[in-house]
């Protein structure tokens, strides 16, 4: 099989493949926060990230949450559909923490209401802002995207909020991505790991995340091993 380096992102290669419609997502050792300008590695990151991101979207599929994953390949690859990806980044928060803190003065751990979506500027370089539908249609979206990835997010929330309580893990709050196919078919995509969701032990509350990373907190390879074992019971 031929493959071709289509992307390289801080946590992913991606790869085309002699399927034009098929992407093999690599995954990293390498971790990066705050934009990049913190940066470090870790043996066995790739691993728990595929592993993870892998079980979490076949198990979104199997509760009828149309997805990208194909199938997981090897231990660090996974094998998605090829889409076009919104330039949007989908947030949903359960409890507060991160810039959400900063944003409205919440105290961290400060349990919502009702969970709260927020849309962010897929854009590297303006370090992903905070925008509103107004913002994203100037920018091309569509009113039915944006009302597909809000939600897309909220029903990603009410299936794996419940699937990590049962694993003893408050899901605090997550990041999606959303793309389309071809045919214009609107699906999750990228991942769900640690790098990308707040997991804190339900007993405890441990951070089990990247939080760990960002924060120089130690113990963050057993974190996400930990998560991992949480994920897959193995
Ligand atoms: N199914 C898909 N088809 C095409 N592109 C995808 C798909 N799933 C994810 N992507 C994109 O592939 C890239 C994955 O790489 P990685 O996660 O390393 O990026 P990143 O460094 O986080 O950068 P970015 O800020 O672009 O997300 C992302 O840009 C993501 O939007
Ligand atoms: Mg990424």
């Not at 995954?27 to 934009?35: E, G, V």
């Not at 927020?118 to 920018?139: F, M, S, T």
């Amino acid at each position: 099989m031929t493959e071709n380096l289509l992307y390289e992102g801080k946590a992913k290669k991606v790869f085309t493949t002699d399927e034009p419609d098929v992407l093999l997502h690599a995954y990293k050792d390498d971790a990066t926060a705050f934009n990049a300008k913190k940066r470090g590695s870790w043996e066995g990151k790739g691993k728990t990230n595929a592993t993870i991101s892998a079980a979490l979207f076949s198990y979104l599929e199997q509760h009828g949450v149309p997805t990208h994953f194909i199938e997981q390949v090897d231990e660090t690859t996974v094998k998605t559909k090829r889409l076009e990806m919104l330039p949007v980044e989908v947030i949903v928060r359960n409890l507060a923490a991160g810039s959400i803190t900063r944003l409205l003065g919440f105290e961290e751990g400060r349990r919502f209401k009702a969970p709260i979506v927020e849309l962010c500027y897929k854009n590297d370089d303006l370090g992903d802002p905070l925008v509103n539908w107004h913002h994203l249609r100037e920018l091309g979206v569509s009113d039915e995207d944006l009302e597909f990835c809000e939600e897309l997010g909220l029903k990603v929330n009410s299936i794996l909020a419940p699937f990590f309580r049962e694993r003893g893990i408050t899901l605090v709050d997550f990041k999606i991505e959303v793309g389309k196919d071809r045919d214009g078919q609107a699906m999750l995509a990228d991942e769900i790991s640690p790098d990308t969701c707040r997991f804190w032990d339900a007993g405890t509350n441990e951070k089990l995340d990247k939080d760990r990373f960002r924060n120089d907190l130690g113990g963050v390879a057993e974190a996400y091993a930990e998560m991992l074992r949480r994920v897959t019971g193995c």
